[in-house]
């Protein structure tokens, strides 16, 4: 059940850190765009695409954010592997290696925050193959870059989605919120490495049999957050219903529905479908243990509009301020 | 003329942060190391070699020193870019694409490193494709990873240098000290595009036409330093004579021969020859405006030691203690 109103939900997304940090990425995609005709498509993906003579590689460059670290680096560390495999993944992708930047302030942080990647690391079955270390750093601060494969032509993108395709959200419920951090729901852990490779490989399948139009895994923004992001770089809006979003029982655990879509769903995809396809999506996710529900449409109003019984509020107007901010000519 | 004696210069060389820091890259390697079938080379060497089908993959991370950063976020901006080009390149590779994780903490340092960025960018036209951005961090920090490809049957490695083999360093002498960073020097902001993209492609040359067996991009440990860690991961010595060692004329610049060895000297290789191949490894790097000269051999000793006249000094005994401390079965 969701208890708030449409408006206080979605000042709660609007207001959201996880979700407003994204605004000064539209500015830096000005000041480093450089056109080459190997590169398709780069910012405002999950990751980019590069044509490699028949062949598409992956890039995709990702940090953890500094809360996080503090609270956990363990967690972190695993965390900045878990959301580089699910960077290639969005995209249709399959990881083939990871790079790793870290710098050190505490040696004790830094021997966790390893610790974290390698189990993530060998749980994904990605290596760490090399990367480079600030070792006498003010501050601890973890960045990963990774590398995957797609064939182009069944490669996911964000900027794809059509006005009238289904939107498809997957959770992996199976979980709980991480002891930690309030804001991160945690499956991956839990998981066995079969099940974990089991739930990425998905959306190489949904790529590869053409099933979805766009798509996203689901990041700090949050599942609405995150649908706000692949609309402002399709250029479409959409109506979801609240009431169909995924959720494990939320008075069992002690959260609000506000925080449940504001949280990072650790292993969760937001995709656009063609209406025809929609019972196949939903089929492919349960299969491999993931919650997923048709959780509305995509409109060409470039408003992104929750619903929930009769009442309904605008959570973001694209078109008068995107959550990025990214050049509309790219 | 080299006014020190070797045991100064070794000392000074040993003692440098430059190389100093390098220590705690063979304990990461430890925690992080995931054997996988297609990745056959990856730590110790410039970018990791990933088998992807029939064509081989490099990747590579780097980070800009805070010390950089602070003294010149455009130039530190520039350095990003440039190292990860080097790191590339030195494996025999073509650059593809790079990806940058920022953390910013104050705007016009951010403003100044994006410029700085873009201008490296352009200039050996490599695309930046992507990234990822604190906007809200403690520091400033820039981390790039790149992308690259290489045929593996001509990829340079530094773990491959042969006993008996000459040593050649190539450095690019038409510079400057680099205004806000002693330890720099630059040529390349001051050649044109078309000059540093041939300096950069003269390593892939030296790769297909299977003239090097060993070689490495001159960083920030400088030209010593970085013969050591290629040394260490080839299990090698040398004998390294220092006056062979190419050098801008010193007292009109005003700097002393051991303050330039510990240069990082912004376009410069170090590379391992079969004396058959000597002349015309040398001939190649002339060709392309960079001062290349052999300046020793590869030895069986596991030591790194400089002579000048008659005196003779070992710089580091990579048996005792390794510079990067790799573990030995790697």
């Known amino acids: 059940m969701v208890e708030c109103s449409t408006d206080e939900i979605a000042d709660a997304i609007r ?42 590689l992956l890039l995709a460059a990702d940090g953890i954010w500094s809360r996080l670290l503090d609270a956990d680096p363990y967690w972190a560390g695993f ?26 302030k505490d040696s004790d942080v830094c021997h966790e925050v390893l610790r974290g990647m390698y189990e993530a690391s060998a749980k994904f079955c990605v290596p760490v193959v090399g990367g480079h270390l600030h070792p006498d750093a003010e501050m601890n601060v973890i960045d990963v870059a990774i590398l995957g494969s797609v064939n182009p032509e069944y490669a996911i993108f964000s900027h794809t989605a059509g006005e009238g395709d289904r939107i498809v959200a997957a959770i992996d419920l199976e979980g709980r919120i991480h002891p930690s951090c309030a804001l ?70 002690g959260i609000t529905f506000d925080h449940w879509v504001r949280m990072y769903p650790g292993m969760g995809f937001v995709v656009t479908v063609p209406a025809e396809s929609v019972d196949r999506v939903l089929e492919l996710f349960s299969g491999v243990g993931m919650a997923a529900a048709d959780i509305g449409v995509v409109t060409d109003s470039q408003k992104l509009i929750i619903r929930h019984g009769d009442a309904e509020t605008t959570v973001f107007d694209l078109k008068k301020q995107g959550i990025m901010g990214i050049p509309t000519d790219n």
Request: glycine share 10%.
């Open 15 to 56: 207001a959201y850190d996880g979700v407003t940090r994204k605004r000064a990425i539209g500015e830096i995609i000005e000041s480093l765009r450089l056109v080459t005709p190997n590169v398709p498509v780069s910012f405002g993906d999950d990751a980019a695409l590069i044509q490699n003579g028949d062949s598409g």
């Open 79 to 104: 965390c900045a592997v878990l959301v580089n495999v699910h960077d290639i993944a969005a995209m249709g992708g399959t990881p083939l290696a990871i790079v790793d930047i870290l710098s050190v």
């Open 184 to 253: 991160n729901w945690d499956s991956a852990t839990l998981r066995t490495a079969e099940e974990v490779r089991a739930q990425i490989r998905v959306m190489h399948t949904l790529g590869t049999d053409k099933l979805v139009s766009a798509g996203k895994d689901i990041s700090n923004p949050g599942v609405i957050g995150t649908l706000g992001m692949l609309l402002e770089t399709s250029r479409k809006g959409a109506s979801v219903c609240l009431d169909d979003i995924p959720r494990p029982d939320l008075d069992a655990i």
